[in-house]
């Protein structure tokens, strides 16, 4: 079975701590993105990775960046966490475009980070 | 700057009533029109939609795309409980962009 594995589900954090949102797929996947999602703000991207240690902003960047060491793991890291940050976070993976399922996304189960 | 506009944002019906969610798009270098369902955790996958005119059906629901009109529908017929979840609706390119999802409840 594919799998997208997020480290943590439950975070608390204080503002100003350093955090780390880990993710793995097992798929073999070229792609890799980090969106959040909050209400009535649907899912917006973050970053995303077509390969090892290659990375792209996406529409929200702000305040984050990542690190792809390895194809299987893209790291999301938050320098100082800040309350606005409060979020679900999710991880997920695919193909390239022309591969495989061709754009299908296959998410991890979610991150929810509390920034106190 | 590209966008997916979902319609409505919430939705609540009576069981067996059939719905139909909205998705329009402006987007450039347009590959595919995915929907997502998701429930309590990650988003599962739905359907892809790469050709116009195309129906694709699983069970109960469908979809179709009109490449013309840059929009896409998502049709649930004789609704279920299980159907509650928020549906999302995301272009295909480079990096797929999301919508902000239609909040379905479905009331027994």
């Not at chain 2, 009576?14 to 369902?37: A, I, M, P, Q």
């Not at chain 2, 469908?62 to 490449?67: E, M, N, T």
Request: glycine share 8%; with cysteine.
């Amino acid at each position: 079975d594919v799998k997208v594995t997020q480290s943590s589900r439950y975070l608390v954090k204080r503002t100003g701590e350093k955090v780390f949102l880990e993710c793995v797929q097992d798929m073999d996947h070229e792609n890799m993105f980090w969106y959040r999602q909050d209400p009535g703000l649907g899912l917006r991207l973050i970053y995303f990775s077509y390969d090892v240690k290659m990375k792209e902003k996406g529409d929200i960047p702000e305040g984050y960046s990542v690190s792809r060491e390895k194809k299987e793991r893209f790291s999301l890291i938050l320098e100082s966490a800040s309350t606005n940050q409060t979020s679900m976070y999710l991880c997920a993976s695919s193909f390239p475009p022309g591969q495989g399922t061709d754009g299908e996304l296959f998410f991890g189960e979610g991150s929810r980070l509390t920034v106190l | 700057e590209d966008k997916v506009v979902q319609s409505p944002l919430s939705l609540v019906v009576h069981e067996g009533d059939t719905v139909t969610l909205n998705c329009s798009y402006e987007v450039t270098n347009f590959r595919s029109l995915l929907w997502y369902k998701q429930e309590k955790k990650a988003p599962t996958f739905l359907f892809m939609l790469t050709s116009s005119g195309i129906e694709k059906k699983s069970g109960r629901l469908s979809s179709i795309l009109d490449k013309k009109e840059l929009f896409s529908i998502l049709n649930i017929t004789a609704t279920q409980t299980g159907d509650s979840a928020i549906y999302l609706c995301g272009w295909g390119g480079e990096k797929l962009t999301f919508g902000t999802g239609t909040r379905l409840t479905i009331i027994p």
